[in-house]
């Protein structure tokens, strides 16, 4: 399927805009206020393939949402569609409780053949409800049985998930048994610097909270974090800073929650997000990609964590034949086919032109991500910034400490901090970045918004929902990224130029943008 759109002609056209527009109007009138995806994207999909879905109307698009990084193959991969159709075909049990399958025995071995070594080798694994959520709640209960203590640590930002649990845990939420502290980043550092020196900072406060008795945090029974925040706006976690977390955790008694829901299965470079850290994890929560577009929701943990005695924490839907074959395939192509290297090397190329594109656009604050998981946070220019840097570029010194388990040292030279100059981007290690400005959910909404009237869909996360986040899944070809890019930056000169055109001067693109490769203005 190439990724040229087009619209049928005539009386085809007008049926089938009758049929999408009828569909829209009763899922308003009759599904929850709780809706959210469907307000954003009005579009009713029929037909997909790889990248690409057909909506009702007859217009294409290329899906860059892919059921928020479930799909990380695309839409109904053959490999996918074959794993299913064996089972249906086999007359296999659909639905059998948590009772061993030759299914899912092949689903478990896979799996297995693909986790961190440190945690493989010593690991369980509980299947629980369909939902990445119930995940996190199991690995929450999990920690707090094994250890006997109820506090847990989560960082600001976080999402994980809307039962009450992981609602617990994530950035907008409020209980006494949970200790927030903040996540390391460059663009709106929490302590003002950023680089090297900002990530030190937020692991000496979290050290400082659980060290000092008058802090109001217990030892907790475990900590929480993602190797890249999706929802909280895609910010990565320094991987400096993740060997730290495994160090402070380490030394405590803690044990080290990593949630990999979205991160996990190649979308950031590496198979596990976690990986690129080289940290070895106590749990890991893992969703969405591995049940192959299926609900399928499982924590691995170590097996000294396995305290839990039968029946204290089920499922009925926790064996889903189905999403464990999709799943087995998935996890298969994906390792078989070195996908996660491609999702490194092609998410390089597009931050790479995606900054090159924020050099024209003063409206993107900042472009950020890691593999195929990647964000750009659009900015008010005119406004003020929110804070004033000093200029100091030296870092902290790193604190010593002895070797602990899952902790590898490192055998190259630590991160040089990050210089602050204003109007420049992050590229690099060695690179210059933007003063921050207030976020403008309003422009990122007009981008979204831009993006969908061209046959491109995206989703907001981050501050404000600031952040115009992309998750193409790992199959996507050179000429589709290509694509991909190109309908992007006509949609943010367009949202900038609006912008501009409501009062602003400095939104729009400066001179010399050059024209996008597979650029489509009003697809379909």
Not at 110 to 125: C, D, I, K, M, N
Not at 279 to 294: E, R
Request: proline share 8%; net charge neutral.
């Amino acid at each position: 399927m190439t990724v040229t759109d087009s619209a049928p002609k005539g009386r085809a056209s007008a049926d089938a805009r009758t049929v999408h527009e009828g569909i829209l109007r009763r899922q308003s009138v009759r599904e929850s206020a709780a809706r959210t995806y469907a307000r954003a994207l009005p579009i009713v999909p029929v037909r997909a393939r790889g990248l690409t879905i057909e909506g009702a109307d007859g217009r294409r698009y290329l899906d860059c949402l892919s059921g928020a990084g479930t799909l990380a193959l695309g839409h109904n991969h053959p490999v996918v569609l074959e794993a299913i159709r064996k089972v249906l075909d086999s007359g296999a049990p659909l639905h059998v409780l948590d009772l061993a399958t030759p299914v899912k025995d092949a689903f478990v071995t896979e799996l297995f053949r693909t986790l961190p070594s440190g945690l493989a080798e010593h690991a369980r694994v509980q299947f629980c409800g369909p939902a990445g959520t119930d995940a996190v709640e199991a690995a929450l209960k999990l920690v707090r049985a094994a250890t006997g203590r109820r506090t847990v640590v989560a960082f600001a930002g976080a999402y994980h998930g809307m039962t009450a649990g992981a609602l617990d845990v994530s950035g907008h939420a409020e209980d006494v048994r949970v200790a927030r502290l903040p996540y390391p980043q460059d663009y709106r550092c929490p302590f003002g610097v950023g680089g090297v020196q900002g990530a030190e900072l937020a692991a000496r406060w979290t050290e400082s909270v659980l060290d000092d008795p008058k802090s109001g945090v217990p030892l907790p029974a475990g900590m929480i974090l993602e190797p890249v925040q999706g929802e909280g706006g895609v910010i990565p976690a320094p991987d400096h800073w993740m060997r730290r977390m495994r160090q402070i955790t380490a030394e405590r008694s803690v044990p080290l929650i990593v949630d990999e829901i979205q991160t996990g299965v190649g979308r950031t470079g590496t198979f596990w997000g976690v990986e690129h850290s080289g940290v070895t994890p106590d749990v890991m929560v893992l969703s969405k990609a591995i049940g192959g577009s299926l609900p399928l929701a499982v924590v691995v943990y170590r097996d000294d964590l396995d305290v839990w005695e039968p029946g204290a924490h089920a499922g009925t839907f926790r064996g889903n034949q189905l999403a464990m074959a999709a799943g087995t395939a998935t996890l298969a192509y994906v390792r078989e086919n070195r996908l996660a290297e491609r999702a490194a090397a092609l998410g390089s190329r597009l931050l790479s032109q995606l900054r090159d594109l924020a050099h024209h656009f003063p409206c993107i604050g900042e472009v950020r991500g890691r593999g195929l998981m990647i964000g750009l946070e659009l900015v008010d220019p005119e406004a003020e910034p929110e804070r004033n840097d000093d200029g100091r570029t030296e870092a902290l010194p790193a604190r010593a400490g002895a070797p602990v388990p899952g902790v590898p040292r490192p055998s190259c030279p630590p991160e040089p901090t990050e210089r602050e100059v204003p109007g420049r981007d992050t590229a690099g290690p060695m690179a210059v970045r933007r003063t921050p400005r207030p976020a403008a959910p309003e422009l990122a909404a007009a981008v979204r918004h831009e993006c969908l009237r061209r046959g491109l869909i995206v989703e907001l996360g981050g501050r404000h929902a600031s952040v115009v986040r992309l998750l193409p899944p790992l199959t996507i070809t050179d000429e589709q990224a290509a694509a991909v890019f190109g309908r992007l930056a006509d949609a943010v000169e367009a949202a900038a130029r609006d912008h501009t055109g409501r009062g602003g001067e400095t939104c729009g693109p400066r001179r010399g943008r050059p024209r996008p490769a597979g650029s489509t203005q009003g697809a379909g």
